[in-house]
Structure formats: C-alpha cells, structure tokens
C-alpha cells in the first residue's frame, strides 16, 4: 500500500503563497516509477464536505482544477523524489482547509474521491484576511 504524507501548509495572509507537497514514502515498488500514478488534490473546509481541488493523470500529464483555482493553482509532480506538489498563488480566505492528497495507480485526472485509493492525512492551510 502506497503511503502519502502532506506537508506545506501554513498561516499566509491574502495575497500570499504557499506549496504544498505531498510525497509517497511507502508503497512505491522498487523500480516503478511515480510518473505511473494519478494524482489529486482535495479539501475540507470547516463545517463543509470535502471537495476537488486539482489533479494530475499518470504519464500523459492531463490536469483538471475547480474553476475557483484555475490560474493561481498549479499541480505538478517530481518523479524522482515521489512527490506532487500544489503551488497555491494569490491565496484568498476561502481557500483556508485541510489538504489533502490521493493517487491512483494508472488512474486519471480524476475529480472523484472514488476513484483514488491512497490518501495522505492532511495538512492545514490558514488564509487570514
């Protein structure tokens, strides 16, 4: 089983930036590379469901974002180290949530917690006004 680990986040005023990472620590067979997996981005705001966020297909590197992060969101991946990443620009209050990553062996860009089977813990993210 593929473990996934988030870090990044933090406290940033409006306007600010923050990247988030998430890296598979565990689970990776040697030899297969990161680039075979989907990656996902998702969160949960306080009171609310958790929602889609952005997300990244193996190997064709297809991306999808939630239209209220198109153009200050960008997910990307760094095979080698077995990490994705989520640079949060122009952050404003209601992106503040919990993070949280997911993937899927030979998945999709998938915008549906259903399709993904490996979850990360989460990692708080503040935007203050």
């Known amino acids: 089983q593929v473990q996934l680990v988030e870090s990044g986040g933090g406290l940033v005023q409006a306007g600010g930036s923050l990247r988030l990472s998430c890296v598979a620590s565990?689970?990776?067979?040697?030899?297969?590379?990161?680039?075979?997996?989907?990656t996902g981005w998702f969160r949960r705001a306080p009171g609310k469901e958790r929602e889609f966020v952005a997300a990244s297909s193996y190997s064709d590197h297809t991306t999808r974002y939630i239209d209220s992060v198109k153009g200050r969101f960008t997910i990307s991946r760094d095979n080698v180290k077995n990490a994705v990443y989520l640079q949060m620009n122009s952050l404003e209050p209601r992106d503040t949530a919990v993070y949280y990553c997911a993937a899927k062996f030979l998945g999709g860009a998938s915008s549906l917690e259903t399709e993904y089977n490996y979850w990360g813990q989460g990692t708080q993210v503040t935007v203050s006004s």
């Open positions: 565990e689970g990776v067979p040697s030899g297969q590379s990161f680039s075979l997996y989907a």
